[in-house]
C-alpha cells in the first residue's frame, strides 16, 4: 500500500447530500458532520440486503453479492490479509451495518478492526469441479445482513489435488481470493475504487486505471451563433428535435417495464413467468487481447463497449444457431438491461448514482461490420438520449410515492422482460499486488433474476463470463468460443 493515509471522502454523506460537498478522511474513527442518510437508490439496494430480495417474493430471487475472484502464486496470510483490510476500514461503508425496518441508515460498528477475523474465511478444493462449485456458492450465498455487508474467502488447492480443467471452468488454478459486496456499498465504478484502495502496483505505486470519461453531449443551443438567421434556424430544428427525443425517451421509460418481452431463444425464455430457478453456475470464457478491441476501435471510430456489445451479439447468433433456435433466422428481440452510471462530482466517492437502462443487441444473420456499425449507433443514440435521467426521474417519483412493494414489481417487470443482465468493468491496466500478493488474473461473478453477462479488463486482456442456469443455456461455454471467432472475423476484416 502506498505510502500515507488513504484519500477516501466520507460515504456516509451519500450521493443525496444537498449540497455534494465531501468530506477528506484520514481514517478511522470518524464522526460524520451529517446525519448518515441513503439517496433513493442506495436505500432500495439497503432494503434488499435486509429484506434478502429486490423483487417480488414469487420471483425467489435471493440478494446476490458481486464478487470478485483474485488468483496468485500463493495465498495471503493472515498479517498481510488484516493489514489490507484494516486501511479500507477508512472507507466507512466497509465498517457500517444497515439498520432499520422500513427506514434504512448505515451504522458504525465502533470495534470493526477487532472483528476484521471474522470476515475472513479459508478453504480447501481437491480439484477443479470442486473449486467451480465453490465459486459458484460464492456467488449464490447471501451475505449476513446483520454485519457489514462485505467478506473474504481465501481458496487454497489441498497437497492430494487432482486437476483436469473442464469447458467454462475457470482456467486457473487456486490460491484465490474471493471478495464479497453488496450493491449497497456502491455502484460498478465505485467498487473499482475499493479495488484501487486495497491494491497497488508492482512498484509499490498507485493502481493504473483507465480514465472513465463518457463522450460530452452535443450542445442542445449554441448563443454564439444567436445573431445567424441559418444557424438559428438549425438549432432551432435541433432544439425541436431533442425536446422530440425526450418525449420519446418518457414513453419509452413508462412503457419497457409493460411493454413486450424478448423474444424466446435457446439463450433465454422470458415468455414463461421469470422466477429464480434456485441454479446458476459461473462460466468463464478463455481472455482476449484488449489490443485487438483497441485496433478495431480506432479502425471503426466506435468504443471498447461497442466492439464488446457487437461480438457478443454475433456469439449469441451463433449459439442460436448451434442449439437450432427457430429464431436464428429471424431478427429476434433480444435485449440487455445495461447499469448507466452518472457522471460524479468526485470519482473517489462511493455512491449508487446509476440505473438501468435497455440496450437491444443486434442478432440474426448478419455481417459481422454491419452488425457493429449498427450497435455503434444503438449505443451512440443510448448516451446521447435523455432516457437514462429520465428513468432516474421516474423511479424516484415511483420510489417515493408509490411505495417499496409498488417499486419492487417495478423492477421485476423491466429486468424480466431482458435476456440478460450486461456489464463491463474496466479493471487496473498493469499488475497489482493485493493482500500482499502479485494478481495474475481475477474473474467477476454475480447472480441475477435473468441471464448475467460481465467483461472485466486487467493488465491487456479481456474475460467474458456469465452465470446463467446451466439446464436453461447447456453449453454456455461456447458463447465464449464464438465471441473469440467473431473478435477474430472483425480482425480479418479490419486489421
Known amino acids: 500500500m502506498a505510502a500515507g493515509p488513504p484519500r477516501i471522502v466520507d460515504p456516509l454523506l451519500d450521493d443525496a447530500a444537498p449540497d455534494g460537498v465531501s468530506v477528506e478522511m484520514q481514517g478511522p474513527p470518524y464522526t460524520p458532520l451529517r446525519p448518515r442518510r441513503m439517496s433513493l437508490m442506495t436505500h432500495t439496494l439497503a ?14 430471487v435471493p440478494d446476490f453479492p458481486i464478487c470478485t ?24 461503508r466497509l465498517r457500517c451495518t444497515v439498520m432499520g425496518e422500513k427506514t434504512f441508515e448505515w451504522e458504525v460498528v465502533a470495534d470493526m478492526e477487532q472483528k476484521l477475523a471474522s470476515h475472513v474465511t479459508r478453504a480447501q478444493v481437491s480439484s477443479e469441479k470442486e473449486l467451480r462449485a465453490k465459486l459458484d456458492a460464492l456467488i449464490l450465498t447471501p451475505l449476513d445482513a446483520d454485519r457489514p455487508l462485505w467478506d473474504v474467502t481465501v481458496v487454497t488447492l489441498a497437497p492430494n489435488a487432482t486437476w483436469t480443467d473442464s469447458p467454462g471452468g475457470p482456467g486457473r488454478k487456486p490460491p484465490m481470493v474471493c471478495v464479497r459486496l453488496s450493491h449497497t456499498i456502491g455502484d460498478g465504478i465505485s467498487l473499482v475504487n475499493v479495488l484501487n484502495e486495497a491494491c497497488v502496483s508492482e512498484d509499490g505505486s498507485p493502481v493504473r486505471t483507465v480514465n472513465f470519461t463518457r463522450r460530452p453531449n452535443p450542445k442542445v443551443w449554441d448563443w454564439s451563433t444567436l445573431y445567424n438567421p441559418i444557424n438559428i434556424l438549425t438549432q432551432l430544428a435541433n432544439l425541436l ?17 409493460f411493454g413486450p418481452h424478448d ?23 478463455p481472455s482476449f487481447k484488449l489490443a485487438d478491441i483497441r485496433e478495431i476501435k480506432t479502425q471503426m471510430g466506435c468504443t471498447v463497449n461497442d466492439v464488446v456489445c457487437a461480438c457478443l451479439a454475433g456469439a449469441l447468433h451463433k449459439y442460436q444457431v448451434h442449439r437450432g433456435d427457430p429464431t436464428a433466422d429471424r431478427r429476434p428481440l433480444v435485449r440487455a438491461a445495461v447499469p448507466y452510471a452518472f457522471p460524479r462530482k468526485n470519482p473517489a466517492e462511493l455512491t449508487n448514482s446509476w440505473t438501468f437502462v435497455s440496450l437491444p443487441f443486434y442478432l440474426g444473420p448478419m455481417d459481422i461490420k454491419d452488425r457493429l456499425a449498427k450497435t455503434k449507433r444503438r449505443c451512440d443514440d443510448m448516451k446521447r438520449s435523455p432516457e437514462a435521467h429520465v428513468i432516474a426521474g421516474i423511479n424516484t417519483v415511483a420510489g417515493k410515492l408509490l411505495g417499496a412493494k409498488f417499486q419492487s414489481q417495478t423492477i421485476y417487470d423491466f429486468m424480466s422482460r431482458h435476456s440478460m443482465v450486461f456489464t463491463n468493468v474496466p479493471g487496473p491496466t498493469a499488475p497489482v499486488v493485493l493482500f500482499g500478493q502479485k494478481v495474475n488474473d481475477f474473474l467477476f461473478g454475480m ?49
Open 69 to 92: 475472484f483474485f488468483f496468485m502464486d500463493e495465498a495471503p496470510n493472515d498479517v498481510d490479509l488484516i493489514e489490507t483490510l484494516k486501511k479500507l476500514m477508512s472507507i466507512d
Open 263 to 285: 423474444t424466446k431463444t435457446a439463450f433465454c425464455d422470458t415468455k414463461s413467468k421469470v422466477v429464480y430457478s434456485g441454479k446458476r453456475t459461473m462460466v468463464t470464457c
Open 47 to 60: 432494503r434488499a440486503a435486509k429484506k434478502g430480495t429486490a423483487f417480488p417474493a414469487f420471483a425467489k
Open 447 to 495: 447472480g441475477n433474476l435473468v441471464n448475467q453477462v460481465s467483461v472485466i479488463s486487467y493488465d491487456g486482456t479481456m474475460t467474458l463470463s456469465l452465470v446463467v442456469d446451466p439446464d436453461a443455456v447447456p453449453d454456455a461455454h461456447l458463447i465464449g468460443k464464438f465471441f473469440q471467432e467473431e473478435l477474430d472475423n472483425l480482425c480479418a476484416k479490419l486489421i
Open 241 to 257: 428535435w431533442y425536446i422530440l427525443k425526450c418525449i420519446y425517451a418518457v414513453l419509452r421509460a413508462l412503457v419497457t417495464p
